[in-house]
């Protein structure tokens, strides 16, 4: 089928078709639902060649992955960001362009792909507090959107992000109104913007119930199984154990409930374990009830929601860049009980 007979069958001008394929704003949503429809009904792709043509642009979108020794992008969560991101590009005829780089070649990367005209645009994935990244690419005149938000940062600049202060300040909050006061937290790296946050949210839930946080009891690291495992194994061989665990990960929510295993303790009854877990497709928390009491939210459509600014803003030069912020909810499983020895 070709963007002809497609209009033909829609009723509607070649013109009309080929700009609601584009994303182009001066289509009514109406109309761009109709033909996107009508387009994955037929099983019609735009020819990329002949849309590189038309529009001048490369009608692709750049994914520029930090690699490191401190931090992997690659992992579950980046998995269904990029899911939900492709469904989007996929629609509007654009190709995704993956760039795996050392952290220290950032830089000379996004300056390749701005010069070459590779890309239409670019999404930046885990902002750090001050993050220079935004700078560089708002002066190279380079489209972005970020996945997250960066502390520090004056310039305005268009973002998808999770409240996660707000988040882990509920979390902390649901388990001290359980009874528990010594509450551990197995975060991410805290030079990573989205760790800064969640650890902001649980100490101004515990000020605020007159508890110093105490740095003891406060981890920070790659969010793995393991991480969850050898905090857990450290903290509760102490004489003053935590009651309960607020984890940044379940993956690392799967380390302490290991760690409970082995000590012969349980889940939910001598220990409490308190999860963010992203809502993620392919790595659930549980199945019809939830393992673990969460914080939830959707990875997958952060990802889609960066993809659709993004190609937005690429439709429309100069408009001003939107700032998107997701709430999580909260979801109780059988992880959490009250304290053991606290007041009914």
Same mark, same amino acid.
């Given at each position: 089928?070709?963007?002809?007979?497609?209009?033909?069958?829609?009723?509607?001008?070649?013109?009309?078709?080929?700009?609601?394929?584009?994303?182009?704003?001066?289509? @009514?949503?109406?109309?761009?639902?109709?033909?996107?429809?009508?387009?994955? @009904?037929?099983?019609?792709?735009?020819?990329?060649?002949?849309?590189? $043509?038309?529009?001048?642009?490369?009608?692709?979108?750049?994914?520029?992955?930090?690699?490191?020794?401190?931090?992997?992008?690659?992992?579950?969560?980046?998995?269904?960001?990029?899911?939900?991101?492709?469904?989007?590009?996929?629609?509007?005829?654009?190709?995704?362009?993956?760039?795996?780089?050392?952290?220290?070649?950032?830089?000379?990367?996004?300056?390749?792909?701005?010069?070459?005209?590779?890309?239409?645009?670019?999404?930046?994935?885990?902002?750090?507090?001050?993050?220079?990244?935004?700078? /560089?690419?708002?002066?190279?005149? #380079?489209?972005?959107?970020?996945?997250?938000?960066?502390?520090?940062?004056?310039?305005?600049?268009?973002? +998808?992000?999770?409240?996660?202060?707000?988040?882990?300040?509920?979390?902390?909050?649901?388990?001290?109104? #359980?009874?528990?006061?010594?509450?551990?937290?197995?975060?991410?790296?805290?030079?990573?913007?989205?760790?800064?946050?969640?650890?902001?949210?649980?100490?101004?839930?515990?000020?605020?119930?007159?508890?110093?946080?105490?740095?003891?009891?406060?981890?920070?690291?790659?969010?793995?199984?393991?991480?969850?495992?050898?905090?857990?194994?450290?903290?509760?061989?102490? @004489?003053?154990?935590?009651?309960?665990?607020?984890?940044?990960? $379940?993956?690392?929510?799967?380390?302490?409930?290991? @760690?409970?295993?082995?000590?012969?303790?349980?889940?939910?009854?001598?220990?409490?374990? /308190?999860?963010?877990?992203?809502?993620?497709?392919?790595?659930?928390?549980?199945?019809?009830?939830?393992?673990?009491?969460?914080?939830?939210?959707?990875?997958?459509?952060?990802?889609?929601?960066?993809?659709?600014? $993004?190609?937005?803003?690429?439709?429309?030069?100069?408009?001003?860049? +939107?700032?998107?912020?997701?709430?999580?909810? $909260?979801?109780?499983?059988?992880?959490?009980?009250?304290?053991?020895?606290?007041?009914?």
């Amino acid at each position: 089928m070709t963007l002809k007979d497609l209009a033909q069958l829609l009723g509607l001008s070649p013109t009309t078709v080929s700009r609601a394929l584009n994303g182009f704003p001066e289509v @009514a949503e109406a109309t761009r639902r109709r033909v996107e429809a009508a387009a994955a @009904a037929q099983g019609y792709r735009p020819n990329s060649q002949a849309r590189r $043509l038309a529009t001048g642009r490369a009608m692709a979108i750049g994914h520029v992955i930090p690699l490191s020794t401190q931090h992997e992008m690659v992992n579950p969560v980046f998995a269904d960001f990029i899911a939900g991101a492709s469904a989007v590009y996929a629609r509007a005829g654009y190709d995704m362009v993956l760039i795996a780089v050392a952290d220290a070649d950032q830089t000379r990367a996004y300056r390749a792909l701005r010069a070459q005209g590779n890309v239409d645009g670019v999404i930046v994935h885990g902002p750090r507090a001050g993050d220079p990244r935004i700078a /560089l690419l708002t002066d190279l005149g #380079l489209p972005f959107v970020v996945h997250g938000r960066a502390s520090g940062v004056d310039l305005p600049y268009a973002h +998808v992000d999770v409240n996660s202060a707000r988040a882990f300040e509920r979390a902390t909050r649901f388990l001290l109104d #359980l009874g528990h006061r010594r509450i551990a937290l197995v975060n991410g790296l805290e030079e990573m913007d989205f760790a800064l946050r969640r650890r902001r949210g649980y100490e101004r839930a515990l000020v605020e119930r007159a508890i110093v946080p105490d740095p003891r009891l406060l981890i920070s690291g790659e969010m793995t199984e393991a991480q969850g495992y050898d905090a857990a194994r450290r903290l509760l061989a102490r @004489a003053d154990p935590p009651s309960a665990f607020l984890t940044s990960s $379940l993956l690392s929510a799967m380390g302490v409930r290991r @760690a409970l295993w082995d000590l012969g303790l349980e889940m939910g009854r001598d220990v409490s374990i /308190l999860t963010h877990d992203d809502e993620l497709g392919y790595f659930r928390n549980g199945a019809e009830e939830p393992i673990f009491t969460a914080t939830r939210a959707s990875v997958r459509i952060a990802g889609r929601r960066c993809a659709e600014l $993004l190609l937005a803003q690429i439709a429309t030069p100069g408009a001003p860049p +939107v700032a998107e912020l997701i709430e999580a909810v $909260l979801v109780v499983g059988a992880s959490t009980g009250p304290a053991p020895g606290a007041p009914p």
